[in-house]
Every structure is written in C-alpha cells, then in structure tokens.
C-alpha cells in the first residue's frame, strides 16, 4: 500500500510537471515577440549566460539572432536591441512607446518604483522636472557648476601631492572627489576626505555596483523569486542601499531644522519647500520617500559612475604611456602650468578630448543601460511588443558598433580624430544612452571628465610598477556596471 501511493504522488507530481510544460511552451508561442533563445520554465534562458559575463552574453546573442531579440529573464521576457540604428530607432523613434522604467530585481525591493531613477509615469516626469531645474538652479550647466568642479580638482591635487610618489590604490579617493561635487549641490557643502561617514558612503556605493554585477546579483535579477528567498551575498544590497538611505534621512532632518524658505541652499532645502508648497495637491510626487530615493539615485548617477570611468581612464594611461605623453604635450602646450584647466580649453585640445571620449566608449561603465518597458502595446520592425514587456537597449552594442567604430574592442583615440588631428563627433557614442531618460547629468559628467582628467595630468606623472595586460585594461561585460580591477599606482609630480 505504502509502495501504491509513492507511486501515485511521483506521477501526479510527473502529470503537474507536463501539463506545466506544455502551459509554459503554450504561453511562449503565443506571445509572439521576436526570436530569440528557448527559454526554458522559471529560469527563462539563464543557462545562456556563460562565467556570469551577462553584457557579454547578450552582445554575443545579438550576433546570432540580429538587432532585435527576445531573452527571457526568469519567465519574463525582455526585448533586446543592439547596434546604434536600433536602439536609437527604440529610444527616440519611439521615445514614448518605451519611456517605462523596466525590472531591476536586484534594487526593486528598496525603491519599489520611488524615486528620479526607478519611477515612471506621472512621478517620474514631476521629479525629473523638479530636478532638472533645481539643478540649473545651483549652477549645473553653468559656469557655477565649473568652479565648483575646479575647486575640487585643486583639493584632489593637493590630496594626490601628499602621498609624494608612493604607490597606492587610487578608487577611494577619486570617488571622494568626484562625489563632493555633487555633495555640493545636493547638501549645500563637500565633505573633507578623512571624514569617516563619507569614507563610508562611498564604500556600500562601490560595494553595491559589485554586487550587482557579480555573478550572484545577475541571478536574482533573472529568478527574483527564489534568489530573493535564498541566502548569499546579494542579499548585502537591499542592507547597502537601506543603509545609504539612513543617511540620506540624517541629512534631510538636519536640513529640517535648519531650513530658511527664503534662502535654500541646496537640492534637499528646495524639495522641501515643494513639499509644503504641495501639501494640499493629493497628486503630487513631493514626499519624504521620493525625496530620500532620489537623493539615493543622485549620488549613484552623480558619483560613482563618472568615478568609474576616471579609475578606466588612469588604468588605460597606465597601459599606454605614449598616450600620456601626447596629452602632456597638449595641456603645456594650450593650458601651461602657471593656471588651473578650464572647459574653454576643451575646444582647442581635440587629442584630450578623444582620449577622454575613448575612454568612455572603452569602458563602458553601465553596458545594458537603465531598463526599460512597453507603455502600451507597440508594432516595432514587424513585431508586436505588448505594453509591459521589458526592454533592454543594449549601449554596449552601440559603443562597439563596427559600422561606426574601426576597431571596437580596442582603445582608439582615433575613434573621435579626423585625418587631420581635428575632433570628429560620432553619432553612436552614446555613453549616456538617448531619449527621453537620456541622463540628466550628461553636462556636469562631461566638465568633470575634463576638469578632473587635465587637472591631475598637469600636475602628475602616472606610473606603475606593474605591467597592464590588454587583458586588465578591458571591461569584464558582467552584469550592471562594469568596474576595473583594483590596481596600484604613483602620482609623480611634473614639477613646476
């Protein structure tokens, strides 16, 4: 008896696991969206991802199934575009088809669609225009902005002159710098370096961008529903970002108490008064919660990933000292050593300039973009994407587009230099992405390239006692971000 009805539970667990099949294979077809890999029940085509290099994956897919696709995370299916003609014919063509914020498990548990980045609809556009103008208003854009960034590189330079040529690793300082200027707009001040909470701050912003774009973060955004249930170390990021938060909100209520309506002196004093402004309004996005997540999202978009692409940039140079060189000889030669760097230099240093915008497409610091989705049912290239379905406009494939770049999985300065030496712009260096979620920051990003990039070599010599590899210097292509090795350097002063 006892053999019987082990024998009836294995087959009617067999008979559930067949008519589920067949329910999953139904769904597939039926949804007919563009071709792509078989995915499979629960796990979609997570077996496709190869040595967790996601970006990779989805790069190698794209060569395989054309420039658009289908690649099921989990048992969600998400549109892939690749190569500049389509993803710029998603995000601009049919802008507002795909304005939608998309899944992104790893994070969703804290922001839960609250917040400038993650939100969408009508809390998306209220936000983004209170930002946008806030933002001009404490001089992002203008030449306000520009002494700001100058007098963090001045403190950046007198920081690097202290360690007197010691070898050292670079990462915690250089996102000191580069987030003290958005500091500066959002709390009103910039932090000292040897200030403990900053220090640590700028730690869970590291640790979070390598936590999602481990191996493990790359699993739980496919099968949310049972990595959000099991135990290991993606389960550090909703603890990281809960953590940002709690000092996002000490900052909030020391600018609470403190708050003079008529004299706001920064992001948090402004938001606060359209907070009390639109107390009465029930539909308005003005609230402590968005307010908090939005700060969250400023100094992830306004730091660590210009951070990023400066930590590529010194590893790159590292690698290619005749490059350095050639930089050098540009700075003495436009800016000399008797003034600081400014933004009008930019125009009449197109080696610089290529190197910096090389260094950006090189590095490529978020490959698959911000997710999007549908926001409505959308006929795109013959297929039908139904409103709600994710979509992922793949930058990478458009940062490494042969048809715009000669040689996309090498460093080339040449990439952005006509044959006479000029600066050429190319329509597919889209490291900001396009369309309407184009980031808000792409101005003050730019400056602080530049201003950061010619401040440090005017003033410094980069060496190491290693010897870089094509291989160290190339992004890994994993998940969210792409983040450099760790590496050693020294700061040799030029001399005056």
């Known amino acids: 008896m006892e053999l019987l009805g082990c024998e009836t539970i294995l087959l009617s667990a067999l008979l559930g ?6 329910l999953w294979t139904y769904m597939y077809k039926r949804h007919r969206l563009p071709p792509g890999p078989t995915p499979l029940p629960l796990i979609g ?9 996601m970006a990779k994956t989805l790069m190698e897919l794209g060569k395989k199934y054309g420039s658009i696709y289908t690649f099921y995370f989990g048992p969600h299916p998400v549109v892939v575009f690749c190569g500049y003609e389509a993803v710029k014919e998603a995000l601009v063509d049919h802008g507002e088809d795909f304005i939608g914020r998309g899944r992104q498990p790893t994070v969703d548990r804290v922001f839960q669609g609250y917040g400038l980045i993650p939100s969408e609809g009508n809390r998306w556009r209220q936000l983004r225009r209170f930002t946008l103008t806030t933002l001009r208003y404490f001089g992002v854009g203008k030449r306000t902005i520009e002494d700001r960034i100058k007098e963090e590189c001045r403190s950046l330079v007198e920081e690097l002159t202290s360690y007197k040529g010691r070898q050292f690793d670079p990462a915690i300082i250089i996102s000191k710098a580069v987030s003290n200027v958005i500091c500066s707009v959002v709390f009103g001040s910039r ?29 739980q955004d496919m099968i949310p529903m049972i990595m959000n249930h099991l135990p290991g170390p993606h389960q550090k990021i909703t603890t990281l970002l809960e953590e940002l938060n709690d000092f996002v909100a000490e900052r909030v209520k020391m600018n609470q108490e ?9 992001y948090i004093d402004c938001f606060l008064m359209k907070m009390q402004e639109e107390k009465d309004n029930p539909d308005s996005e003005f609230n402590m919660r968005n307010l908090i997540l939005s700060l969250n999202n400023l100094f992830f978009a306004g730091g660590e990933t210009v951070a990023t692409t400066l930590k590529h940039g010194f590893l790159i140079l590292l690698k290619y000292p005749d490059i350095q060189a050639k930089i050098y000889k540009e700075i003495d030669d436009v800016i000399g050593r008797d003034r600081q760097p400014n933004i009008d230099d930019r125009s009449k240093m197109p080696y610089t300039d290529a190197v910096i915008h090389e260094i ?3 590095s490529d610091v978020i490959p698959m973009n911000a997710p999007h989705s549908a926001t409505r049912d959308t006929n795109f290239r013959g297929y039908t994407i139904p409103k709600g379905t994710g979509v992922c406009a793949l930058l990478c494939s458009v940062l490494e587009d042969p048809t715009y770049f000669a040689t996309p999985d090498k460093f080339n300065p040449n990439h952005f230099l006509d044959s006479e030496g000029n600066f050429k712009r190319n329509e597919a260096f889209v490291p900001f992405s396009l369309g309407k979620r184009l980031c808000l920051g792409e101005g003050l990003a730019r400056m602080e390239l530049f201003l950061f990039f010619t401040s440090i070599l005017q003033n410094f010599e980069l060496t190491s006692q290693t010897q870089f590899t094509d291989s160290d210097i190339y992004p890994r292509m994993t998940g969210f971000a792409n983040v450099p090795i760790s590496y050693q350097m020294s700061f040799v002063s030029r001399g005056f």
């Open 360 to 362: 950006q497409r090189f």
């Open 45 to 53: 085509n997570l077996l496709e991802v190869r040595n967790g290099q």
């Open 191 to 219: 932090f000292q370096y040897n200030d403990a909470r900053f220090h640590r701050m700028l730690d869970i912003f590291y640790e979070t961008f390598e936590l999602m774009s481990s191996t493990w973060g790359q699993i």
């Open 17 to 22: 696991l067949i008519i589920f099949y067949l």
């Open 258 to 266: 403190t708050l003079d309506p008529q004299n706001p002196r920064d």
